[in-house]
């Protein structure tokens, strides 16, 4: 009888890949992928475009604008509010980088993450030392992508940082019994429960083959790498579920308390057109806090192209 080969679900990945940004911190793109106008009951901040023919294309980010009632401003004699959320992946083509740098300087304030003291602003172009800086770059040599930190100017007038400070981030830590261990077991956990339940539609890879992608080469291997990633990555319930909830969690629920709380001083500075910035995970609690806490409603969105997913032949 021959040799069936070992298969194994692709869900590991997002977890490794999740665990590792987690500790990490063509032509001209046109940033006007699609348009929706009418204000949406459900919202989407990660997804993968396809061809007609079902074929990878991209994976997307979306800008989705959050407004005021213009009537309840109007009462309070000033501009209706207007909060962005820009959904993020921290590696991502340069294209992708550059057309956000070009729409942050229309903002009154765009507010980042980044769990460092007040203020702190990476510096662009500044490679990362020690053993998590070799971990993000081996990720973008293999991705053949730009690291977030490295290709967005924080030192924009406009750039105001919206996040813990890592004492705070400790201390919400040790208040809930998390641990950096424990947030990365509970991806690897969740992604591989949603895998045995079927509820994931990436393929099946082989072990031999999941290597070879690794360590192997190959003028498309970084492209395979890229797309068998994102069909995982794309799956935002796997992070919503480990680290949303009722009990929440710090890496999302105490990081986005502290981003609303720096929201809520620069409206009241005078601030109406604001922006978000943080990872695509984050966004779904976002999104809730902003209709609950502040009355805003989902309106227009824009998809952004974050990873080229394309066939080499494709391109040409």
Do not use: C
């Amino acid at each position: 009888m021959p040799h069936k080969a070992h298969r194994t679900s692709a869900a590991p990945l997002l977890a490794l890949f999740a665990g590792l940004t987690t500790v990490l911190a063509a032509t001209a793109l046109e940033p006007v992928r699609d348009r929706e106008a009418a204000v949406a009951e459900q919202v989407e901040f990660l997804r993968l475009s396809r061809t007609d023919a079902g074929e990878l294309e991209s994976l997307d980010t979306s800008i989705v604008a959050y407004t005021e009632d213009a009537r309840v401003a109007a009462r309070a004699g000033r501009k209706p509010v207007t909060v962005d959320l820009v959904a993020a992946v921290h590696l991502g083509g340069g294209d992708y980088y550059e057309t956000l740098d070009r729409l942050f300087s229309e903002y009154d304030a765009v507010l980042y993450e980044l769990v460092a003291p007040p203020n702190e602003r990476p510096r662009p172009g500044r490679k990362p030392s020690g053993a998590i800086g070799s971990a993000q770059q081996g990720l973008t040599k293999l991705l053949g992508l730009e690291f977030q930190l490295e290709s967005i100017d924080y030192t924009a007038a406009n750039f105001v940082h919206a996040d813990l400070s890592p004492r705070e981030f400790q201390q919400a830590m040790k208040k809930r019994g998390e641990s950096w261990w424990s947030m990365f077991t509970k991806i690897m956990s969740e992604s591989m429960e949603r895998a045995e339940r079927g509820e994931t539609a990436a393929p099946e890879v082989g072990v031999g083959e999941l290597f070879g992608l690794l360590f192997g080469g190959g003028a498309d291997r970084q492209i395979r790498l890229r797309r068998m990633m994102a069909e995982q990555f794309s799956d935002m319930d796997v992070l919503t579920s480990a680290f949303g909830g009722e009990e929440g969690s710090t890496r999302i629920t105490d990081r986005n308390a502290a981003a609303l709380a720096v929201l809520k001083k620069r409206i009241a500075a005078g601030d109406r057109r604001i922006a978000i910035f943080y990872g695509a995970a984050h966004m779904d609690d976002f999104d809730r806090r902003l209709r609950e806490d502040f009355s805003l409603q989902p309106g227009e969105t824009v998809w952004l192209e974050a990873w080229d997913l394309r066939e080499p032949a494709a391109r040409k």
